[in-house]
């Protein structure tokens, strides 16, 4: 009585099999095409094709090495900078150090030499620094992905964005590289100028210009057509710039105005940015629901992660820099759940990104999952600009 249906199973084995085989040959046909059109052809041919393959082979391995490995990638980043340890605001004049007392003797005293004048020293921005490790962290530390050739060229000539492979890394960059940006600007516009009509820092403004090129820039390109300078030529310009600020602001010839007003507008500022980067969680949350086959919900998730693991580091460090403003308002305790619920985005860390239904059971949802924490983040930063405009 089972000979029937074992016969059955056999016909559909078989018949899977032969699919199976005629689909594997479909696809390596072009290649074993190519390997008896090698074999057939002379030295002087057989050379640069070789040449070109393990060329072509040793780009790809290093692409992929650099797409998959993050080096030096931590969440708790903000401890190496020891903000604790700061004792003044950004731009405030340090007290100078007391003069050594000279050891007794049984001598005749000398005649007193009036000593000469300390050097005059002031507290440098943690801001500032902690932006410029950000961009040291993105081009230094580590390939800036978005410009390199392969990634331009794409997947068969679709754009690696369009694709679930090797793009994580360029979305995290652009996200942490867009907290940078708004910074500088910040940076140019209010913190580093007192008032509106005082001149604008020229490093301040190098750097701002510099991080508003082009993120996808190589050495040639075709729209204009020929050579160019790098993405990340520009960004570490910006990122010496920003140090030769700090610099002379702790020489006391530059100024960080640590206004509450100033501080009001450059929290306001950054509530907008990571709002825009909510709307674009719950656009494709809402209208895609393709769970783990969403080939985009991976850009949009670790753009935003990149986005608030800049913002962890940036509103860190404006702690520190207006640490004499946070408590005179009495805002310590709220600037520091500002801080942690920042930091509590940063623990999700999927291996594979899922936009599925949100009402769903069976695929997750971690566009909204992050999204909730962009706007817990956000309801900080509007109750500390709240407090703040009293």
């Known amino acids: 009585m089972l000979d029937p249906v074992i016969a059955f199973f056999r016909r559909m084995f078989s018949a899977f099999g032969r699919g199976a085989s005629m689909a594997i040959a479909w696809l390596f046909w072009p290649l074993r095409a190519a390997h008896g059109w090698y074999t057939n052809r002379n030295g002087l041919i057989k050379i640069p094709i070789a040449a070109a393959v393990v060329l072509l082979v040793g780009l790809y391995g290093y692409f992929f090495w650099q797409t998959q490995v993050w080096s030096n990638f931590n969440p708790d980043y903000v401890a190496s900078y020891k903000l604790s340890e700061r004792t003044l605001g950004a731009g405030q004049e340090l007290p100078a150090a007391a003069a050594p007392t000279p050891a007794a003797t049984t001598t005749e005293a000398a005649p007193a030499v009036p000593a000469a004048p300390a050097a005059r ?66 940076l140019v516009d209010s913190l580093g100028r007192v008032r509106g009509t005082s001149g604008i820092d020229a490093n301040l403004q190098k750097a701002r210009g510099n991080l508003q090129f082009d993120e996808y820039s190589w050495y040639f390109g075709l729209d204009p057509f020929g050579p160019k300078t790098p993405s990340p030529s520009y960004y570490r310009s910006a990122a010496e710039s920003l140090r030769m600020f700090n610099t002379s602001l702790a020489q006391c010839n530059s100024v960080f105005d640590g206004r509450a ?27 895609y629901n393709g769970g783990w086959f969403d080939t985009r919900a991976d850009d949009r998730f670790w753009f935003a992660y990149g986005q608030l693991y800049g913002y962890y580091g940036i509103l860190a460090a404006a702690g520190a820099d207006f640490s004499q403003v946070i408590r005179e308002r009495n805002l310590t305790s709220l600037w ?35 999204g909730f924490y962009v706007l817990r983040v956000r309801s900080n930063l509007v109750e500390l600009r709240s407090v703040l405009d009293r």
């Not at 020293?121 to 530390?141: E, H, K, P, R, Y």
């Not at 520091?336 to 997750?364: C, K």
Request: contains cysteine.
């Open 121 to 186: 020293s002031c507290q440098s921005s943690a801001i500032v620094d902690v932006a410029a490790g950000l961009i040291d962290f993105n081009v230094d530390q580590n390939a800036w992905i978005s410009s390199m050739l392969l990634y331009r060229a794409g997947l068969f000539g679709i754009d690696w964005d369009n694709t679930p492979f090797l793009d994580n890394k360029a979305s995290f960059q652009r996200g942490v590289n867009q907290a940078v940006r708004r910074t500088s600007v910040e």
């Open 261 to 287: 007003d100033n501080l009001i507008q450059f929290i306001d500022r950054i509530a907008n940015d990571i709002g825009g980067t909510s709307a674009i969680l719950r656009e494709r949350s809402e209208n």
């Open 336 to 370: 520091n759940d500002t801080l942690l619920q920042t930091r509590a985005a940063l623990r999700i860390q999927p291996l594979i990104i899922s936009n599925g239904d949100e009402g769903g059971w069976i695929m997750p949802s971690h566009l909204a999952t992050m």
